[in-house]
């Protein structure tokens, strides 16, 4: 069952939360940390962005994550749009990370071993472009260390790399609904992820998780 499936069932909360939605909507994200602050931020596309969220909740030294739309054409995009097609927006995930704690390096090597980098029509059961996998860098060390990863990934498992390394623009917050939704939806999460096939294809790309 697709991500834009369950989505449905989130809608009276999504009416509820309008307000808090709306404060959300809109915002972008900083092309670098401003001076003094500890914390940077990265941002990638995976796939369904629930699973994105939780896949980096998981690392030690992210401090917040925030699904949302980004690579798009259009200011303060809905989730109908994004997954209608047409404006080009990726869902996506705001990563806020302590660098003295885990590098973007890490992240990136998270990133890779939760998506399937050969797909370049959606992620899993999640079809289209907005469900595509990209990298969206801030900042020329970004870029260098994303192509360098990529190519290294294509290296290690000898195929062509179709996961896109984008310069990031604007990013939008996605509907309160869709925040945290592991956490705040475990059963209707896990039963989404298991039926779209996620796990069973990670692990015949990287094989089995490290401790299972």
């Known amino acids: 069952m697709p991500c834009k499936t369950l989505t449905v069932l989130g809608a009276a909360l999504a009416a509820a939360l309008g307000v808090a939605a709306a404060l959300l909507s809109g915002a972008a994200v900083a092309q670098e940390p401003l001076a003094g602050q500890e914390l940077r931020s990265a941002v990638f596309a995976g796939g369904c962005f629930w699973c994105v969220e939780e896949a980096f909740d998981k690392v030690a030294g992210v401090n917040d994550t925030t699904s949302g739309y980004t690579g798009g054409t259009i200011a303060n995009p809905t989730y109908e749009e994004v997954s209608a097609g047409g404006t080009a927006h990726a869902e996506a995930v705001l990563v806020h990370?302590?660098?003295?704690?885990?590098?973007?390096?890490?992240?990136?090597?998270?990133?890779?071993?939760?998506?399937?980098?050969?797909?370049?029509?959606?992620?899993?059961?999640?079809?289209?472009?907005?469900?595509?996998s990209a990298i969206f860098y801030s900042g020329e060390k970004q870029h260098v260390a994303a192509e360098k990863s990529k190519a290294a990934v294509g290296a290690r498992l000898g195929k062509h790399v179709v996961t896109e390394i984008e310069?990031?623009?604007?990013?939008?917050?996605?509907?309160?609904?869709?925040?945290?939704?592991?956490?705040?939806?475990?059963?209707?999460?896990?039963?989404?992820?298991?039926?779209?096939?996620?796990?069973?294809?990670?692990?015949?790309?990287?094989?089995?998780?490290?401790?299972?």
């Open 97 to 132: 990370y302590d660098p003295v704690k885990v590098s973007y390096e890490t992240l990136l090597d998270v990133f890779w071993r939760n998506i399937d980098p050969f797909d370049g029509g959606g992620q899993f059961c999640d079809r289209g472009g907005s469900y595509r």
């Open 167 to 212: 310069r990031l623009g604007p990013f939008y917050p996605a509907e309160m609904y869709h925040q945290n939704f592991h956490q705040e939806s475990p059963l209707r999460y896990k039963f989404y992820k298991w039926n779209c096939g996620r796990a069973q294809r990670l692990e015949e790309i990287w094989g089995k998780p490290k401790g299972s």
